[in-house]
């Protein structure tokens, strides 16, 4: 067992010893990039980009941001440890490559010390603000796709604009005083799940501008732009396991590594306000429209996580790769991708879809990354109606099939109900929406249909007949048995 070292700036020489550590300097730049939401995705995907890029001998950095109270965590964390982080890329082979990242050089919470966030937006050198902030952060109806104004935090800053506490807070404050101090506007990145993500940023800050103050509206309008990005990498929940893995076999004390698959892929629209980094010399690749890579990506891969997530949930898989392993399971996955999703989806260009759903298998079924079903199932409120939903409406506007999605509704009823397995198994349920999802799920026993009249999430899919009689046929069944298996062999 090799003598652990604790990450740091001053011991990078020494564990450079061990595994690969950034070859720049990291101590006199600026940040040309400030990111929202700095979790384990963004650390894996467009930190590791612009870390990409650093070796290369291109100059651009990050500075992250937190707007959370629970971002405290791995503020202090960065602070101890110099900002500095490791990588872990788990091949399916059992291999594990860790590798050093340095590219974010500061991290600020909103939530301490707004002044700080507003100031380092609208610092001379902040080209690109992205966002990694979930689609709940997005604060938008699911239904209409109107924004919120009913969020308390929404209407505390509508009054007090120099006291942000959303995302839109802080990008309208920080754009104001660019505007007033005659500087370009920055660039607002999406990198969400979330269909044409950035048009939806868009969306979303203008109708909050408009407003707080129409003529900033006006002016963001004019000046910013919101470039559409498809992101793509498996990033689990990091485990103590992880944690002791890098100490026995690299000896680096990191209090919060971050692991993935080897696949990444970064699919962007060339519009940006203010300039950007050449990422296209690290294998991003920037297209005039994003559509259809962005769908291709989330009705494929998002919604077959959601598949095996919900499915597997019911029935007691504790792993992503544990239900494709499962060859009913991986069988359903299948079906569902081939006879449901694929005919939804236009032409894309440079894609093999054959190739790209196999390769989706290979990637689900990769052992070494152990993608635990709960971290799947999480906020699904927030996204089966993007991911899973719309593909049954479009499938029922065709005529096409719709089984294999209405199963996973049916399954998530139960699950929202039961909140456990089919064995009695307690479940971790995480959901801004748990209360208003058991609520409902748990009227299904006199009105079947209860769980699906929760038009913010579903539209009017109760009213649909040939969706109503299929639901009700599996929920019935679903609640009969409790054999999420049976349900599923029975549509194949």
């Not at 209860?450 to 913010?456: D, N, P, V």
Request: a negative charge; one cysteine or more.
């Amino acid at each position: 067992m090799k003598k652990s070292i604790q990450l740091n700036q001053d011991n990078l020489e020494q564990i450079g010893n061990h595994i690969p550590v950034p070859n720049y300097n990291r101590t006199s730049e600026t940040a040309d990039i400030v990111h929202i939401g700095v979790g384990g995705f963004h650390r894996s995907h467009l930190a590791y980009y612009v870390h990409l890029l650093k070796n290369s001998g291109e100059a651009s950095s990050l500075c992250g941001i937190g707007l959370r109270e629970g971002d405290q965590n791995l503020h202090d964390i960065f602070k101890k440890q110099d900002h500095l982080y490791t990588l872990m890329v788990k091949h399916p082979d059992g291999k594990i490559e860790p590798e050093i990242i340095g590219s974010i050089i500061d991290f600020k919470m909103g939530t301490t010390d707004p002044e700080a966030v507003i100031s380092q937006m609208a610092h001379k050198n902040t080209r690109i603000v992205s966002l990694t902030i979930t689609e709940g952060g997005y604060n938008f109806n699911p239904t209409t796709g109107e924004f919120n104004f009913d969020n308390p935090d929404i209407q505390h800053e509508l009054r007090h604009p120099n006291d942000p506490k959303t995302v839109y807070g802080f990008l309208t404050a920080a754009l104001k005083r660019r505007r007033d101090a005659g500087l370009p506007a920055f660039t607002i990145m999406s990198c969400d799940n979330i269909e044409h993500n950035g048009d939806m940023a868009r969306k979303m800050l203008l109708a909050f501008a408009e407003t707080q103050n129409p003529d900033l509206a006006k002016w963001i309008a004019k000046e910013v732009t919101f470039p559409n990005s498809m992101v793509d990498r498996i990033t689990p929940v990091t485990t103590p396991a992880d944690i002791d893995i890098l100490a026995q076999n690299s000896g680096v004390q990191d209090a919060w590594p971050v692991t993935c698959e080897p696949f990444i892929q970064w699919v962007v629209e060339d519009k940006f306000s203010n300039g950007r980094p050449a990422f296209e010399k690290v294998g991003v690749q920037f297209v005039p429209d994003v559509g259809p890579y962005e769908k291709m990506k989330l009705r494929l891969l998002n919604a077959g996580h959601s598949v095996m997530g919900i499915l597997g949930a019911i029935h007691g898989h504790p792993t992503i790769n544990a239900c494709v392993e499962d060859e009913l399971f991986a069988k359903y996955l299948g079906a569902f991708l081939d006879e449901e999703a694929t005919p939804i989806l236009g032409p894309i260009i440079g894609i093999d879809l054959e190739d790209y759903k196999d390769s989706l298998l290979e990637r689900f079924a990769n052992p070494n990354i152990k993608d635990s079903v709960s971290r799947i199932c999480s906020e699904s409120s927030a996204k089966l109606p993007k991911f899973l939903i719309p593909t049954i409406q479009e499938n029922l506007a065709t005529g096409g099939c719709i089984k294999f999605a209405t199963l996973v509704l049916a399954a998530w009823c139960y699950y929202s109900d039961k909140q456990a397995d089919q064995n009695g198994e307690p479940l971790e349920i995480i959901d801004a929406m748990q209360d208003e999802l058991h609520k409902a799920a748990t009227a299904t026993s006199s009105d079947p249909l209860a769980f699906i009249r929760q038009e913010s999430l579903f539209g009017e899919l109760a009213e649909n007949e040939r969706f109503a009689t299929t639901y009700t046929d599996m929920i019935q069944e679903l609640y009969k048995t409790s054999e999420v298996k049976k349900l599923m062999r029975s549509l194949l």
